[in-house]
Each structure stands twice: as C-alpha cells, then as structure tokens.
C-alpha cells in the first residue's frame, strides 16, 4: 500500500434513523460532534429495491424478528425526499459533507442531480449491479464501492461499467465494452483518479477473524486504485488496524444506541465509540510517519543518556596498556562509541583514568 494522507472518516448512519427525521437529524450532530469528515445515509425506494416476496437476511432476522418481510421491514425505513433536503441543510450547518448510498438508478439521480452530492458511494450490494455501476460513472463523480462478498473478478468486472461510464458517456454499452473500457489507458486514468475501493466483510456484525484486512493489500496490488475499508465489526480495534495498513476511507456504522430495534443497530458504535474512534484514527496516522528510520526530533536529548560510552572500570595510569580488566561500557554515552572496545585494546593511555571515567 502507499503512503496514506489523512484518512476520510464515514459516520455510516444508513437506516440506524428507523424512519425518523428527529433521529436522523441527531445522527448528524452526533458525526458532526466527534470530528468525522462525511455523515452517510441511504436513499432508496422500497418498491425498486426489493420484491414483495425478498426474504430478510439472517442477520436481518436476528435483530428485527421474522414477523414481517424484507420490504415491509424497508418501507418503514425510507426517508422521503423532503427528508434528504432537511438533512443535507443540517451537514451544511454544521460543516459535515452529506452522503447517501442509492440502491437503484432513480435514487442515484436524485443524488446527484437534485441534492448535489459530491461523490458517489455504492454498497457491496452493488458490485455485480452492472446499470447502476454505469449510470455512477455517467455522473463523472467519484465513486467509492464497497466490495463485499466479491472476489477479486467481481472486482474487475464492476470496474468495467465505471470506466466505460467515466471515458464513453453516450455509447451503447456492453460486457466487452465494458472490458475494453477498463483496460484501456483512458480507463485505467479515470479508475485511479476517481474510484476508491472499500474492502469490506458483509455480516453485522461481522467476526474478527472474517475481518480479512490483508486483503486490501491484494486489492490495491490488483488494480492500483486507493482502498479503504467499511468495517462491520464490533468496536474500533479493527478499524484502526485498517488505518494503519494504509486505509485511505473508513466507514463505520453508528446509531444513538444499540439496543434500539432495527436491522444495523447491533453491528454500529454509539457515540462515545465514535469519538474514539476518530481521535484514535488521527493518533494512529499521526503515528505512521515517513519511511526513513532515524532519530526523531524528540529521540535527540536521550542519546547521551541512553547510549554508552568507553569508560575505565579500573584505575588506568599514562603510559599502562588499554585491557579487558580496565576497559568497559557505562552510561553516559557522550565519549567513544563501544563499536571501537577492540580498536582500543593494547593501546597505551595517554593520560590518567579514575574508575568510571570516560575514555577520550
């Protein structure tokens, strides 16, 4: 991975509203409050989502009961457009970039051309969504997608329809357009200038050990485009090793609190977590560094006192012989470096030497 700038910290609030503007608009402050760079919701329609007889993901079961199905469970979480407006005026507020994830083109539309979004963010969900793919790149704004569930040829196909987007907006499209797009040198260009990947492990919440972060080195050494990571495990641990394996984006749930019910709540932070986690990632990458070892500037006061020197253990006169019985090594170390003990041994002082003296 490449040297990392400053990570782009996601306050995922997705659907952890359960509906409600009020606690939507709290959402927002709370992201705001702890310093994350981007609050994201979803946009969606229900009806353009999912069919009536979708079943729930298990997950999904988990934390909201089989009691009614994936759309009657969706139709309840929507925010209407009135709703999108409201929010992105608080983010305005209170300095916060709004984001929203579209789930169908007619979402991503509003988006971009009515809210005004800045870039385009598309869920795992969408990796094998080919149209969708196409209409984000035809908006010619970033897109960071979610890779979940995908294999690194899923990967590469869904960089088809983004690059054909981005470098042919009005030709037909299609599966070999979409391969010549992205091979092209033209679509390697805008790939890398406009696309992050996020590695992420689709399950909520999802076990340290499905964490996988090592694979957003495979996925950067792949393709070469900058990858973060969506983390859907429980607390900040993970999150920050991302960050220190180079993460250039990471997204985090949140919710008010975790008990509350609802599909997302259990694998979100609340936010004292959040807090945390966004001043651990500033320590962590101020932590980082450069790749040249060396005395840090802090380092330089403590080399006298931590290293040693030449010292006589034994009273040594001028003109006696330099030995292993009178030649030893003690703090501080502001004479002779230990590296030249041997060049020393048989040599004739030249001088008088108490005990502990340093050796000139």
């Keep these: 991975?490449?040297?990392?700038?400053?990570?782009?910290?996601?306050?995922?609030?997705?659907?952890?509203?359960?509906?409600s503007i009020e606690m939507a608009l709290e959402l927002i402050d709370v992201a705001a409050d702890a310093g994350a760079d981007v609050v994201k919701f979803q946009t969606f329609s229900t009806e353009r989502l999912v069919t009536g007889a979708a079943p729930k993901a298990e997950y999904q079961v988990t934390n909201t009961g089989n009691d009614s199905s994936q759309h009657e469970m969706?139709?309840?979480?929507?925010?209407?457009?009135?709703?999108h407006e409201r929010l992105l005026a608080l983010c305005?507020?209170?300095?916060?970039?709004?984001?929203?994830?579209?789930?169908?083109?007619?979402?991503?539309?509003?988006?971009?051309?009515?809210?005004?979004?800045?870039?385009?963010?598309?869920?795992?969900?969408?990796?094998?969504?080919?149209?969708?793919?196409?209409?984000?790149?035809?908006?010619?704004?970033?897109?960071?997608?979610?890779?979940g569930m995908g294999t690194l040829a899923d990967i590469e196909a869904a960089l088809g329809p983004l690059a054909f987007g981005y470098t042919t907006p009005d030709a037909e499209p299609s599966e070999t357009t979409?391969?010549?797009?992205?091979?092209?040198?033209?679509?390697?260009?805008?790939?890398?200038?406009?696309?992050?990947?996020?590695?992420?492990?689709?399950?909520?919440?999802?076990?340290?050990?499905?964490?996988?972060?090592?694979?957003?080195?495979?996925?950067?050494e792949r393709f070469g485009i900058p990858v973060g990571y969506s983390?859907?495990?429980?607390?900040?641990?993970?999150?920050?090793?991302?960050?220190?394996?180079?993460?250039?984006?990471?997204?985090?749930?949140?919710?008010?609190?975790?008990?509350?019910?609802?599909?997302?709540?259990?694998?979100?932070?609340?936010?004292?977590?959040?807090?945390?986690?966004?001043?651990?990632?500033?320590?962590?990458?101020?932590?980082?560094g450069t790749a040249e070892k060396g005395p840090r500037a802090s380092e330089f006061a403590n080399i006298a006192v931590a290293r040693k020197s030449l010292v006589a253990i034994e009273p040594i006169r001028s003109g006696e012989t330099f030995t292993r019985d009178n030649l030893g090594v003690k703090r501080p170390g502001s004479g002779l470096s230990p590296f030249r003990f041997w060049e020393k041994l048989g040599r004739i002082a030249d001088r008088d030497y108490d005990v502990d003296d340093i050796i000139q």
């Design 1 to 19: 991975m490449p040297e990392a700038t400053a990570c782009l910290i996601i306050a995922e609030a997705g659907v952890n509203h359960n509906g």
């Design 74 to 83: 969706l139709r309840k979480l929507e925010l209407d457009h009135a709703a």
């Design 92 to 147: 305005a507020d209170r300095g916060i970039e709004f984001l929203s994830t579209p789930f169908d083109e007619g979402s991503l539309a509003f988006l971009d051309a009515e809210l005004g979004v800045s870039r385009i963010k598309l869920g795992s969900g969408e990796l094998t969504n080919a149209p969708l793919l196409l209409a984000a790149g035809r908006t010619g704004k970033p897109v960071i997608l979610s890779t």
């Design 231 to 288: 983390d859907h495990t429980e607390g900040i641990a993970v999150a920050l090793a991302a960050v220190a394996c180079g993460a250039c984006v990471i997204e985090k749930h949140i919710t008010l609190d975790r008990t509350l019910p609802g599909p997302d709540h259990r694998a979100s932070i609340e936010p004292d977590e959040l807090n945390a986690l966004v001043s651990s990632i500033r320590a962590v990458e101020a932590s980082l």
């Design 178 to 220: 979409f391969r010549l797009a992205a091979a092209s040198a033209d679509g390697k260009v805008a790939l890398m200038r406009n696309v992050i990947l996020l590695h992420c492990t689709t399950a909520y919440p999802t076990p340290v050990e499905d964490a996988n972060i090592r694979a957003m080195t495979a996925i950067h």
